[in-house]
């Protein structure tokens, strides 16, 4: 299995609402990520698990809460978002090194 | 953290060669580089990685000059498909989890 699956593909919520994005992967690496992308925008750097801990967090507001339960799983919590946040959530795995396996996204939309 | 710099846009005509240049004038003894290409609305996908010289897979092939300020990732004979957005990355290859950030990539646009 080679495969980074994110659910769901798309996602539309208020600014009062609560909601998570999930991801799962089975492919035994054990660094993961979380990247924000808006249109014809670079993906941008959310936070990163390394072996289940939180190793870097790029100064994300508070809104976005991440979780990593275990190996194949990574959550990313979202409370009181903003219009600004709509962007496709991008969740990656990794073996090591700067290679990443990417799923296909959680399309998101605040209004 | 080395950073990249790639041309913002390219075009080319079904059947040519492409040739994109990545610069990462700072590339630190460790680091590889690793190409990524993007289709709209899906995540990047991993084309190729290098460390020096050259490196050819299936798809496409990476030259990596001495200096190792830069590379050039060529596409031989693109198709319609592969107008897409491409991205190189320079990371540490040991780095577990290490910060992977993406420069601005180039869109490239095959037309028939």
């Known amino acids: 299995d080679t495969e980074v699956t994110q659910t769901p593909k798309h996602l539309v919520m208020g600014m009062t609402n609560k909601k998570s994005l999930k991801c799962e992967q089975h492919?035994?690496?054990?660094?993961m990520y979380w990247y924000k992308q808006k249109a014809k925008k670079p993906p941008e750097l959310m936070f990163v698990?390394?072996?289940?801990?939180?190793?870097i967090n790029e100064s994300v507001p508070s809104r976005f809460s991440p979780e990593c339960p275990n190996s194949s799983l990574l959550n990313l919590h979202l409370h009181a978002l903003q219009p600004e946040d709509s962007a496709l959530y991008l969740c990656?795995?990794?073996?090591?090194?700067?290679?990443?396996?990417f799923g296909s996204g959680t399309q998101l939309s605040v209004l | 953290l080395a950073k990249t710099t790639q041309p913002i846009s390219m075009d080319s005509y079904e059947g040519q060669e492409v040739n994109i240049t990545c610069s990462h004038n700072?590339?630190?003894?460790?680091?590889?580089i690793t190409w990524y290409q993007q289709f709209p609305s899906q995540g990047p996908r991993f084309i190729i990685q290098?460390?020096?010289t050259k490196v050819t897979n299936e798809v496409a092939s990476l030259f990596i000059p001495a200096d190792r300020k830069s590379s050039t990732l060529s596409l031989p004979r693109v198709s319609l498909s592969d107008t897409a957005v491409y991205y190189c990355?320079?990371?540490?290859?040991?780095?577990?989890?290490?910060?992977?950030?993406f420069g601005q990539g180039t869109e490239l646009s095959v037309k028939p």
């Open positions: 990656a795995s990794s073996p090591g090194g700067e290679k990443l396996f």
């Open positions: 492919m035994g690496h054990r660094a």
């Open positions: 698990y390394s072996y289940e801990k939180l190793s």
């Open positions: 700072n590339i630190a003894t460790n680091d590889y």
């Open positions: 290098g460390y020096k």
């Open positions: 990355l320079v990371g540490d290859r040991n780095n577990q989890g290490g910060k992977l950030i």
